[in-house]
């Protein structure tokens, strides 16, 4: 089957296609035979290419995007939503990517949305566009509760810490620039790549804009293969992670200093006992011994994380 990209450059050889963007759609699919097909088709109606990764599955989803026309990416085993963003980013990268959308392989998301955000990254100059679920509250009410609520939480966390105003920071609908796709250095593997990007963006001063997008969440669909739960719980360690590491110092060494003022009190406390009474209080003696072991290892590991960070940074400034 002819892909849309080698349609349009036979077009081109003939003077027929004029200049447009080179637009890749990215699908991170794990075992989503039942719905990749319907995914890939739409998809192909909007993109130049069409990249599946398939992230070790264990049923014909890859098969049946290759006979479908789209290029998969396949990981021997599964590695992650976050490993598959990246081998989508990877291989956009390659074949020189004007702008890269991804959307989930469930059927979920809307192709017909797909030049919503990709007018916002090549009419408007945006480097991130999000197709945001909440920016229609009509839409967002069709999303189930605990969903709603879960992603409410976490997207206000990201915000607080990112310094970020997005209303939708767990959509999986986006559209890339080249230099995003350039920029953007991406190391989770779990689901929390989705907050990792936005708090690259920050420090990478990327422009990011979220774009009204729908979201079905009917029962004709299959159930995600991502359990909600650890959906959220994944994602939260992720944004802890992600902010002791970027500020070790306040994060780390601000409690771990109070832990050691703390212990000190409780020795001071003990020591002004056995003075009195000859006696040491049990009680008194652990929580000065505790609140010290686990103030010396937070200051301790803060520094440690401070000059790691550091030198990282200066590293990559020198690379660039």
């Known amino acids: 089957m002819k892909t849309l990209v080698e349609f349009e450059r036979r077009l081109e050889s003939v003077g027929v296609v004029e200049d447009k963007p080179f637009v890749v759609v990215g699908i991170p699919a794990f075992n989503e035979e039942k719905t990749i097909a319907r995914v890939v088709l739409n998809a192909q109606r909007y993109a130049s290419a069409v990249i599946v990764c398939d992230d070790g599955s ?7 995007a290759e006979r479908l026309g789209a290029e998969v990416v396949r990981h021997e085993r599964n590695l992650g939503y976050g490993a598959s963003i990246r081998s989508i980013f990877k291989r956009a990268r390659d074949l020189g990517a004007d702008v890269l959308v991804t959307l989930d392989g469930d059927g979920q998301h809307d192709a017909c949305e797909i030049p919503n955000i990709v007018n916002a990254v090549v009419d408007d100059g945006v480097d991130i566009a999000i197709g945001s679920r ?16 879960g992603v409410k939480f976490i997207t206000g966390l990201t915000n607080n810490l990112a310094n970020g105003r997005v209303k939708d920071a767990q959509s999986g609908f986006r559209a890339y620039s080249r230099r995003a796709l350039e920029v953007l250095d991406l190391n989770e593997d779990g689901m929390g790549v989705s ?16 774009v009204a997008a729908s979201c079905r969440y009917d029962k004709t669909l299959e159930p995600s293969t991502h359990n909600p739960f650890r959906h959220g719980v994944s994602v939260v360690m992720s944004l802890v992670r992600r902010v002791v590491e970027e500020r070790p110092l306040v994060y780390l060494g601000v409690p771990g200093t109070l832990c050691l003022f703390v212990g000190a009190f409780f020795g001071v406390w003990m020591l002004q006992i056995y003075a009195l009474e000859h006696k040491i209080v049990t009680n008194i003696a652990l929580a000065a011994i505790t609140f010290t072991l686990i103030g010396l290892f937070a200051v301790f590991t803060a520094i440690t994380l401070y000059a790691i960070t550091r030198i990282t940074t200066k590293l990559n400034n020198q690379k660039t």
């Open 195 to 210: 907050v990792e990007i936005l708090f690259e963006a920050q420090k990478r001063g990327l422009k990011v804009r979220e």
């Open 58 to 64: 264990t049923d014909l989803t890859g098969e049946i």
């Open 134 to 149: 909440f920016v229609n509250e009509v839409s967002a009410r069709e999303m189930p509760w605990y969903r709603r609520l």
